[in-house]
């Protein structure tokens, strides 16, 4: 637990330097007035927070009862609490409901979804777990999940490259029924760059899903690298309405000075963030709790 939160703060020292920075040169030397004010304002823009959290901040931050001459570590604290209050509707637990679980993987191309589906295979240990490689544009991709799979001790579904996705889905997901898995995970390919294939594909997949589990899959989770800043509100906008998204999983934390991004990236979805990735590890996922993220982003 300690553990954890200190890699998260070390993994947001770039974002907290740069938000807790700027507030310590903010009111260090002057008081809370509508100037200091705008340079919060713009501080917090420059983290990546995003508009709309930005101004709900700002506008709690005036009608607040702070002391004018209140010092930067208690204004780290206000922040800290506001941005804990609006991330905390995110904060929910991943829980499995139904046998078996199938959990589709989206997102773009090196959003970490290959090596999120390694990791969460590691967290549900002891579950009969089955791997289907849906990402067939790249061999390098299949060969990749197989490491995972091997590292896991999980069964591997996959097919040739160039093989068609949905077609594997449906066998995939047939075996796994067969075979009475607990969860089953699919990775998928991310080509954003053509929308239109890329949506007819996860759509296609969705429906053949729906025809071996009319209920499934229970979990549609998008994987986004904070690292590419607000590219990544746009992909979580972009895939919660092609992919039926529910859920998020924020990779690359660690060591990025964007960080703030995940709290733009739920305030335009308003969907859950199941997890984050702080490294590349089988253990470097960690469940999201708003109160450390938000401690951790302010450098608190
Ligand atoms: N530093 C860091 N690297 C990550 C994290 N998650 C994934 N990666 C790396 O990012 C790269 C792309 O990940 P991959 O799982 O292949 O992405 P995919 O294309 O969406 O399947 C790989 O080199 C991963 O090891 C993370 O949380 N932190
Ligand atoms: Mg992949």
């Known amino acids: 637990m300690t553990n954890w939160f200190n890699k998260l703060t070390s993994g947001l020292k770039k974002t907290s330097d740069k938000l807790g920075g700027g507030i310590s040169d903010i009111f260090t030397k002057r008081r809370l ?9 713009e501080i917090l823009l420059e983290a990546d927070l995003g508009y709309q959290a930005t101004s709900e901040i700002i506008k709690n931050f005036s ?3 702070i002391a004018r001459d209140a010092s930067s570590e208690e204004i780290k604290r206000a922040l800290k609490d506001d941005i804990a209050a609006i991330l905390s509707p995110c904060e929910q637990k991943f829980e499995l409901s139904s046998k078996p679980h199938v959990i589709l993987m989206v997102g773009v191309n090196g959003a970490g979804k290959t090596t999120t589906i390694g990791k969460l295979a590691h967290k549900f ?7 289907i490689a849906g990402d ?24 040739a490259q160039g093989a068609d ?3 594997l889905c449906f066998d995939g997901l047939t075996e796994a029924v067969k075979q009475g898995d607990d969860i089953v995970f699919i990775d998928t390919a991310g080509r954003l ?9 996860l759509k296609k997949i969705i429906r053949v899903i729906k025809k071996v589990i009319p209920e499934a899959p229970q979990h549609t989770l998008l994987c986004l690298d904070a690292t590419t800043g607000q590219n990544a509100v746009d992909q979580a906008k972009t895939f919660k309405e092609i992919a039926s998204v529910n859920g998020l999983i924020i990779n690359k934390l660690d060591g990025t000075a964007k960080g703030g991004v995940l709290v733009a990236v739920t305030e335009a979805t308003e969907l859950p963030v199941y997890y984050i990735g702080l490294g590349e590890g089988i253990d470097d996922l960690k469940e999201f709790s708003a109160q450390e993220f938000a401690a951790s982003l302010v450098g608190l």
């Open 165 to 167: 996705a949905a077609g």
């Open 136 to 159: 067939t544009f790249r061999a390098a991709a299949v060969e990749q999940l197989k490491i995972w799979g091997e590292r896991n001790q999980v069964r591997i579904y996959s097919a």
């Open 33 to 41: 007035d509508a100037s200091s004010l705008d340079d919060l304002e």
């Open 193 to 201: 760059q053509n929308k239109t294939n890329l949506t007819d594909e």
């Open 125 to 131: 240990k002891g579950k009969k777990i089955s791997l």
């Open 63 to 65: 009608s607040r009862k």
